[in-house]
């Protein structure tokens, strides 16, 4: 538990450096959003009044500190388009990128590690040369190319599923899944892939080692050595591995949210990024190198638990 605490505490001076530096990279920027806000036929007389009210007029470190001091109150700032505060937008979104985040991973685990323990159990068979091309071909392809690829067939060919839309869960917990089935198969397939081969390469080596063959040699089934003696040593790597996935579940969100018109932080983010609306891109910035840290914390602190020897040093 100390160990944890004192993780947590050498990660906040990250996360304040990677917030900070967005925010000057922001402000150094050429881009003036008083001239985007009001167009080109704006006067300069109305650009100045305009970044005057907006506060934009003022030194870097005052905004800065302006900003920092209402993000440690809670306050993301409003929106420099529709007045709307950050936080109220970003809570709006959020729900919709941790389901859809959370379904790729769901898909992503389930589909990656199940098929790279039949690879490891058939290893050197054509079913595991088989298991080796698709998840070659899975990381090749882009999640938005699997997306129009599934888009395609599952919804307007067979029509199993809607093509875009997002469907709160409070209004149908049903329709709420069957939004999310194809943005989750679409964004967990690169992640599938991955751990795919991550998961095969672990388990052959721990099958290679002496207890396994000791267990196999003392008659006990070969299920109950795959799944009880070599998969616990065998999961440290795939649990490591699946802690990088996370960022490319965040990114390819962006994609994938646009793809199926899902009103998530992607569709924010991108809406943002095009208007150059600042304070909502912090935002965003903000929320993804929480959750990685997190999450890098949570795959250390599950290390230590399937790993006996890292407990005992």
Do not use: C
């Not at 939004?179 to 795919?196: D, E, Q, Y």
């Not at 609306?277 to 638990?305: E, G, K, R, T």
Request: net charge positive.
């Amino acid at each position: 538990m100390r160990n944890v605490v004192i993780r947590l505490l050498t990660m906040i001076p990250l996360v304040l450096l990677v917030v900070s530096g967005t925010f000057f990279l922001s402000l150094a920027s050429n881009v003036d959003p008083a001239e985007i806000i009001l167009g080109g036929n704006a006067t300069q007389e109305q650009i100045d009044a305009l970044r005057q009210q907006l506060g934009l007029d003022r030194p870097a470190l005052e905004q800065y500190w302006t900003w920092l001091s209402g993000l440690l109150q809670g306050d993301l700032g409003t929106s420099l388009y529709t007045g709307a505060s950050v936080t109220d937008l970003f809570l709006a979104a959020l729900p919709v990128t941790l389901s859809l985040t959370a379904g790729g991973l769901v898909v992503g685990v389930v589909l990656g590690v199940g098929a790279g323990l039949f690879a490891s159990v058939v290893a050197g068979t054509r079913l595991d040369r088989g298991v080796i091309l698709l998840s070659t071909m899975g990381q090749a392809a882009p999640s938005f190319f699997v997306g129009m690829l599934i888009i395609y067939f599952l919804a307007l060919q067979l029509g199993w599923f809607p093509a875009t839309g997002y469907v709160s869960p409070a209004d149908s917990f049903g329709g709420w899944l069957h939004s999310l089935a194809l943005p989750s198969i679409a964004l967990g397939v690169g992640v599938a892939a991955a751990l795919s081969r991550q998961a095969r390469s672990s388990m052959i080596t721990a099958l290679q080692q002496d207890y396994t063959r000791t267990a196999l040699s003392k008659g006990h089934s070969r299920r109950r050595v795959v799944l009880k003696h070599a998969g616990r040593n065998a999961a440290s790597p795939v649990v490591t591995s699946i802690s990088f996935q996370v960022a490319q579940l965040l990114g390819g969100a962006i994609v994938v949210e646009r793809l199926f018109a899902l009103p998530g932080l992607g569709s924010l983010t991108i809406d943002a990024v095009l208007r150059y609306d600042p304070n909502i891109i912090q935002a965003v910035v903000l929320f993804a190198v929480v959750v990685i840290v997190l999450v890098n914390l949570l795959v250390d602190v599950s290390y230590v638990w399937l790993n006996p020897k890292v407990r005992t040093t």
